[in-house]
């Protein structure tokens, strides 16, 4: 089973602050999807195939990586944009998902 | 709009079952592979089935193999769950999810939940 570790685990942005959230896989995986939750709601896909942005997400969204090491990043925190957000891979079966990342307004 | 509604969940006793249903609108139901995910309270998202357009090919992880049963009707345009010998740590709020399937594979669409709690 490929394990996710995303770091940091909590982290808090102040409005128009850049925020950078890392996940890292136990072994190489073709790709990372991104998504985001927000309290007391389903989760929402955020990033396909490493760095597409899904439907209606805003371009301050993006995603870069490869092999083990893969990253999502805010470009410029919004308050609508706290929430926590899960990393998943799919190279190999079990699917498995990141822990999360819990993103707090400053 | 594609919507996905749960139904089903509740409180059952260890060792009990208890079947979830999924019923899909707003997009061709039979063209799609579909999967349940669920999050312990507080915790993080686990994948727990996924099932082919026909239904002939199922997945599961180790934690539920043997237990859980994926299954679907394309004509109802509805998912199912049956969820066997249920033990505590499957409490949770069980999701049903849309899946992209083939180059990559993800969830693109899910529903809002169903919370299902084991407990004597």
């Known amino acids: 089973e490929i394990v996710l570790t995303q770091s940091p685990t909590t982290t808090a942005a102040s409005p128009g602050e850049k925020v950078t959230i890392t996940c890292l896989a136990s072994s190489s995986v073709s790709n990372m999807y991104w998504y985001q939750q927000k309290s007391g709601a389903s989760p929402k896909l955020l990033i396909y195939s490493t760095s597409s942005l899904a439907s209606g997400v805003p371009d301050r969204f993006s995603g870069s990586g490869s092999g083990t090491s893969y990253s999502l990043t805010i470009n410029t925190m919004e308050a609508e944009d706290a929430a926590t957000y899960y990393c998943q891979q799919w190279s190999s079966n079990p699917w498995t998902f990141g822990g999360g990342t819990k993103l707090e307004l400053k | 709009e594609v919507q996905l509604v749960e139904s089903g969940g509740g409180l059952v006793q260890p060792g009990r079952s208890l079947k979830l249903s999924c019923a899909a609108s707003?997009?061709?139901?039979?063209?799609?592979?579909m999967a349940w995910v669920r999050q312990a309270p507080k915790k993080g998202l686990e994948w727990v089935a996924t099932i082919s357009t026909s239904g002939s090919r199922t997945y599961y992880p180790d934690s539920v193999k043997g237990r859980f049963t994926i299954s679907r009707d394309n004509a109802k345009s509805s998912l199912y769950l049956q969820m066997n010998s249920l033990k505590s740590e499957d409490t949770a709020t069980y999701y049903c999810?849309?899946?992209?399937?083939?180059?990559?594979?993800?969830?693109?669409?899910w529903g809002q939940g169903v919370m299902v709690t084991v407990s004597s």
């Open positions: 999810a849309r899946m992209i399937y083939g180059g990559s594979n993800y969830f693109d669409y």
């Open positions: 707003g997009f061709t139901f039979s063209n799609y592979y």
